[in-house]
């Protein structure tokens, strides 16, 4: 199951590369369908490795899936800003947050807010991208 969710997840990429913003979309729709419902299996849990069909990410697993459903988002928040599809984007960029921190999420927030004329909202998620990636040249170009 994660080995095709992840195998969705690159066709999706080779689309956004290719500039087909929707293709791409659908493909990072079908990473959702293999993984949604995975869980890491309970701490007292004697099968660990998980049985065939189980609905248990194995253990060493567990950080692979939760860093591939965050990135499958932020890819997708990326489709939905080229698309003008603003909402979307902004729903996209804070469920990837529900999987942790990330300046992508932030900055790709802000920039749809911006264009949602949610000035208040953008520059705080911009000045949180800022603060993770205080490197990153786009973030106090886009806050200007």
């Known amino acids: 199951q994660i080995a095709q969710a992840e195998s969705y997840k690159e066709q999706g990429n080779r689309f956004h590369t290719e ?4 293709k791409a ?3 990072y729709h079908k990473v959702f369908c293999y993984v949604n419902g995975l869980q890491a299996p309970p701490a007292d849990s ?4 998980g049985a065939s069909g189980s609905r248990y990410i194995p253990k060493e697993r567990a950080e692979d899936v939760r860093k591939l459903q965050q990135s499958t988002r932020l890819n997708m928040a990326a489709c939905y800003l080229k698309l003008g599809e603003h909402q979307k984007c902004v729903d996209a960029c804070t469920a990837a947050l529900d999987f942790g921190s990330s300046s992508k999420a932030f900055f790709r927030r802000g920039k749809a807010r911006c264009e949602l004329r949610d000035f208040g909202g953008a520059r705080a ?3 949180r991208a800022r603060e993770l990636a205080p ?3 786009a ?3 886009e806050l200007r």
């Open 125 to 127: 998620d911009l000045e």
């Open 25 to 27: 979309l659908g493909a």
């Open 19 to 22: 500039g087909n913003y929707k």
């Open 46 to 49: 004697v099968a660990a490795g």
């Open 135 to 137: 490197e990153d040249p």
């Open 139 to 141: 973030i106090p170009a």
